[in-house]
Structure formats: structure tokens, C-alpha cells
């Protein structure tokens, strides 16, 4: 039986869908700028909640072509902690380290690691696969660039990242595999685009009112490719496992079109032998973590099992 959707989520997103409808009723397009200022709209609205950080860095990872933007947050400057790498979401299109602030801050404090989050390029000016090389970059780079900040760290990575961000790390995951120099230790992917193809039922049951339309999606994806990359070979649901991917936890909502390859992607890891988790909570619609003040309760959970998972 499905959940009840919370009533302060689901009166916002009556009145999101409402508005919405007279958006497109009065000719509005859209675009990756005004996809951009509605991701930034919302968190900033809903992610209230700043937690304190005693020390927090800004930097630059060297990379082959470009070097990536870095916020570093050490909730324990005093201690040797593991590293985390987590990588924004917002459709490969938007998002940013000041956007994600909040979110970085709380899982920094929850998981008592040190994240480094990633400003990687964004599409349509840097379509696929900037991000990913980006991403890729920190993992190997930031080593050397924690020891020249003189922090206190052990040399153990692990990645997080939601939505698109998500599809980053997995995405990594799989390509570092096959470097006998790059370990992962561990990965959370938050509600993850695992599949380009939309190929999972979800994508059919939940493909529009639950504020991450399948329209929108392809939309995003579209923006993201330049239309000459095969989708299901760049898709980390359909990309060969061996036992050096790191142990997985995959979070997802109920009402996410995005749910059913999260679940895949856990099966597919156990099929081969791998530690991999499912946490799926129920009546959460995509992006719920960036709707904190309407579901506060779940996000709390959240934060407390990726903490739980990390350590």
C-alpha cells in the first residue's frame, strides 16, 4: 500500500503543481537559467537550519584541463578524519557550493568526516562528461591539497551525492574501479539518476506531480548530452561491477520517478557479491532533503543513517 504523503509536503506541492499549471498556461519556457533560479528559490527557502563548522576552507583541486572549485569542511579540526567527497545535485544543470552550504554542513557534522565539496562544471556550457571529469579530479587530487592546508586527515575517500550528484559518484565509482591507485571506501547516493534511459517503472508511476517530472528529466538529460553518447553505457546502473566498488547505500523516496533504479542498483551490487544497502523513505518525494523545513523529522533520519552508514 502506498504512504501518505505528509500534509505540510503535500499542501506545498499542491500549491507547487497549481502554480506550475498557470506557468505553462501563460507561455513560460524553460530554460537552464530559470531551472537554476528554481532550485535556488526553493533550498534557500527550505534549508534554513546552518549548522556550525569550526573550520571551513576554500581551494582549488588541479585537474587535466581545469582546476575545480573546492569548499572543505573539517567538523573536528583537532582530529585525523576520514575524507568525503560529495558532489551537489540539480540535473547536471544547476546547484552550486553556496546553494549546497546547508546540506554540506549537516552531513560534515552527521558523519563526523571531512567533506570536500565539489563546484564541478555544469551543462549545457560544459555538457558530459565535464562533471564527471571533474569529480574524478578531486578524488584523486585532494589529498595533496588537504596536506598543503596542513589539516588533519586520514587517507581514506568516500563519496555522497544526490540526484545528479549521485550519478557522479556511482558513475566514478565504476571508472575507478579498474585504477589500482584510487580506492573508494564507501558511497551514499541520495535519490540517484542511475538510469539516462528512464527504463524503470517508477519513471512510468511517478512521471509527473511530484514536483521531478519524467519531462523535465529527459529535459535535463537532453542539456546534459551533446546527442552522440550512448545513454545506457554512460548509465551507471548498466555498467560492469567487479569487488573493488565500494560499499553502497542508496537512499530514495517513495514518490521519486528516480526510485526503482535505486533499487536496481542495490540488487545489481548484491548479485555480484557486494555490501549494498536500500533506504527508501516513504512518503518523500524527490529532493526532500532540500525541503528540510517541510519534513523535518525525515531529513533528521537522513542525515543520522548516512553518519550511521560512514562510520
Request: hydrophobic share 40%.
Amino acid at each position: 500500500m502506498p504512504n501518505a504523503i505528509p500534509t505540510p509536503l503535500l499542501k506545498w506541492l499542491e500549491g507547487f503543481n497549481t502554480l506550475k499549471q498557470q506557468l505553462l498556461e501563460s507561455g513560460f519556457k524553460i530554460t537552464p537559467s530559470n531551472a537554476r533560479e528554481a532550485l535556488e528559490s526553493l533550498t534557500r527557502r527550505y534549508v534554513t537550519s546552518i549548522p556550525e563548522i569550526p573550520l571551513i576552507r576554500d581551494d582549488l583541486v588541479p585537474g587535466n584541463h581545469f582546476r575545480v572549485p573546492v569548499r572543505i569542511y573539517h567538523p573536528e579540526p583537532d582530529a585525523s578524519l576520514p575524507v568525503l567527497v560529495f558532489a551537489h545535485g540539480g540535473g547536471h544543470m544547476a546547484g552550486s557550493l553556496s546553494l549546497y552550504d546547508p546540506i554540506a554542513r549537516r552531513i560534515a557534522s552527521a558523519a563526523s568526516h571531512i567533506v570536500v565539496s565539489v563546484d564541478y562544471r555544469l551543462a549545457p556550457e560544459c555538457p558530459y562528461p565535464a562533471g564527471v571529469t571533474d569529480l574524478g579530479s578531486v578524488i584523486k587530487g585532494i589529498q595533496p591539497v588537504l596536506k598543503n592546508l596542513d589539516l588533519r586527515f586520514e587517507p581514506r575517500i568516500s563519496l555522497a551525492g544526490d540526484s545528479a550528484g549521485g550519478a557522479l559518484c556511482a558513475t566514478s565509482s565504476h571508472r575507478f574501479q579498474y585504477d589500482p591507485g584510487i580506492r573508494i571506501h564507501r558511497q551514499v547516493l541520495i535519490y540517484p539518476s542511475l538510469d539516462y534511459t528512464l527504463s524503470q517503472p517508477s519513471a512510468q508511476a511517478y512521471a509527473k506531480g511530484y514536483l521531478l517530472d519524467r519531462d523535465r528529466i529527459f529535459w535535463y538529460f537532453d542539456n546534459y548530452f551533446q546527442g552522440i553518447e550512448n545513454r545506457k553505457e554512460a548509465s551507471p546502473l548498466f555498467m560492469p561491477c567487479s569487488e573493488r566498488l565500494p560499499e553502497t547505500l542508496v537512499i530514495t523516496a517513495e514518490y521519486c520517478p528516480l526510485r526503482d533504479e535505486g533499487k536496481a542498483y542495490v540488487d545489481r551490487l548484491c548479485d555480484a557479491g557486494l555490501r549494498a544497502e536500500y533506504l527508501q523513505f516513504d512518503g518523500m518525494i524527490h529532493a526532500f532533503l532540500n525541503l528540510e523545513e517541510l519534513v523535518p523529522d525525515q531529513c533528521a533520519e537522513a542525515y543520522r543513517r548516512i553518519g550511521e552508514f560512514l562510520n
